[in-house]
C-alpha cells in the first residue's frame, strides 16, 4: 500500500529556487516540493511543460516562472538560466532534474546517442551548477542538488550512456562539494531508485518481466512515485542540511540495502 508522503515544514520561506527539468516526472515533484516549503519557484524545461508545471503549482500570491530552455544547447541553456535569475530576482537554490535516457545494447549504442545522453545528464549539470555558484559564492551561499541515479553504483542493463553519465554526476557532485564548502555552498545529490517516470517507462509499462525482478527486490514492496522526492529535495535544499557536503543521498525504496 502506497502511503502519503509526510508534509513538508516551510522551510525555504524567502529563498529563490530554480528547478531545471521541473516540467514532468521527478523533477515537477521537487519543483512543488519547493514550493510548498515556502520557496520562490522557476522552472526550466525544452517544452511548453515548463508552462504547464508553472501554472499547477503556482498560486495567485505567489506564482511560478516559467522559461523554455533546450539544455544540449549551451548558448540557450546560459539565456534561459539568466532569464530564470532575472525573474527570481536572485538564487539561493539549484535542483538539476533534467535527464535523457537512450537505452541500447553498448555495441548498437552510437556517439550521436552518447553525445546526446552526457552533454543532457552531466554537461549541462556542470555549467548550471557553475552559473549558480558563481552568484552564490559572493552572496554568502546557496544549495545545489543534483540527481544522480542507481545506475551511479551500478552499471545497469543496455544503458551504457546513461550509467556513464550518472556515474559521473555522483563524481561531480562530490567535487564541487570539496571546492564550494568554504563558501557555504552546499552540493549534495539525490540518487532515485526505481521511481515510476516517463524516463523509466520502457520497463515499468513495456517490460513485465523486469519490472517484476525489480519489484522482487524492493524492500519497500512497491516501485517509487514522483512524490517520495518532496521531502529529501526539501531536506537537502533548507538549512537542516548544512553540515551535508557531497552526500548521493538514495531514495530508492531499500533497492541498495539488498
Known amino acids: 500500500m502506497t502511503s502519503e508522503p509526510a508534509s513538508t515544514p516551510a522551510l525555504l520561506t524567502g529563498r529563490k529556487a530554480l528547478v531545471v527539468g521541473g516540467g514532468g ?5 521537487m ?24 501554472a499547477a503549482i503556482g498560486t495567485p ?8 530552455a533546450d539544455v544540449a544547447d549551451r548558448a540557450r541553456l546560459a539565456e534561459g538560466f539568466e532569464r530564470a ?34 552533454e543532457t545528464n552531466l554537461t549541462s549539470v556542470f555549467e548550471l551548477a557553475r552559473m549558480a555558484a558563481a552568484r552564490m559564492v559572493p552572496a554568502g551561499g546557496g544549495k545545489i542538488v543534483t540527481v544522480a541515479s542507481m545506475l551511479s553504483f551500478s552499471g545497469g542493463l543496455n544503458a551504457a550512456g546513461y550509467a556513464a553519465s550518472k556515474g ?24 532515485p531508485g526505481y521511481i515510476k517516470t516517463p524516463l523509466n ?8 518481466k523486469r519490472a ?4 522482487a527486490r524492493l524492500p519497500s514492496g512497491r516501485w517509487g512515485e514522483p512524490e517520495d522526492m518532496k521531502g529529501p529535495t526539501v531536506f537537502l535544499c533548507s538549512p537542516a542540511s548544512d553540515y551535508l557536503h557531497g552526500v548521493i ?6 533497492w541498495l540495502s539488498r
Do not use: Y
Open 168 to 191: 559521473g554526476v555522483a563524481q561531480l557532485t562530490k567535487a564541487l562539494a570539496n571546492e564550494w564548502a568554504p563558501h557555504g555552498i552546499n552540493v549534495n545529490s539525490i540518487a
Open 212 to 215: 517484476a525482478e525489480i519489484l
Open 61 to 68: 500570491e505567489r506564482p511560478a516562472f516559467a522559461v523554455r
Open 85 to 118: 535569475v532575472g525573474m527570481l530576482g536572485g538564487i539561493d537554490v539549484l535542483v538539476t532534474a533534467q535527464g535523457l535516457t537512450l537505452p541500447s545494447p553498448a555495441l548498437e549504442h552510437g556517439l550521436d546517442a552518447w553525445d546526446a545522453t552526457l
Open 249 to 254: 543521498l538514495p531514495v530508492d525504496g531499500g
Open 25 to 29: 516526472g521527478l523533477g515537477r515533484a
Open 31 to 54: 519543483a512543488s516540493a519547493l514550493h510548498e516549503a515556502g520557496a520562490s519557484l522557476a522552472i526550466i524545461s525544452r517544452s511548453s511543460a515548463a508552462d504547464d508545471a508553472a
Open 201 to 208: 517507462r520502457h520497463i515499468w509499462r513495456d517490460d513485465p
